[in-house]
């Protein structure tokens, strides 16, 4: 298991910005995929976008040119920079080391941070 610690969420308002940040623990988790998701209120846990250790990254279409994730793996560390946030991503995210990241798409460990709640007022 790697340690994963989430920060940067926070109140903002419709069309503004935030970074989260994803601190791991251990240097194998700089050869893993990392994964940000989110769950809103009475909503399923989705994939909202993640990276594979080269660089290469998937995103949800709800999120594309508005949200990007990256990775310092001398820091490993994962970020996700949010712009243009709406009241609909109101939600707990979450960081996630992952098991596989190909073609497919991104598979998950079952490997959480804690999260950090993100609220966007309108």
């Known amino acids: 298991q790697v340690q994963l610690v989430e920060s940067g969420g926070g109140l903002v308002q419709a069309g503004g910005s935030l970074r989260l940040s994803c601190a791991a623990s251990?240097?194998?988790?700089?050869?893993?995929?990392m994964g940000w998701y989110r769950q809103g209120p009475g909503k399923q846990r989705e994939l909202v976008a993640a990276?594979?250790?080269?660089?290469?990254?998937i995103y949800a279409d709800s999120v594309k040119g508005r949200f990007t994730i990256s990775r310092d793996n001398a820091k490993n560390t994962v970020y996700l920079q949010m712009n243009s946030l709406q009241p609909e991503d109101t939600a707990v995210y979450y960081c996630?080391?992952?098991?596989?990241?190909?073609?497919?798409?991104?598979?998950?460990?079952?490997?959480w941070g804690q999260g950090t709640q993100v609220t966007v007022s309108s």
């Open positions: 251990g240097t194998i988790s700089r050869i893993r995929p």
């Open positions: 996630n080391a992952g098991i596989l990241f190909n073609s497919g798409g991104y598979y998950p460990a079952d490997n």
């Open positions: 990276i594979s250790s080269g660089g290469r990254t």
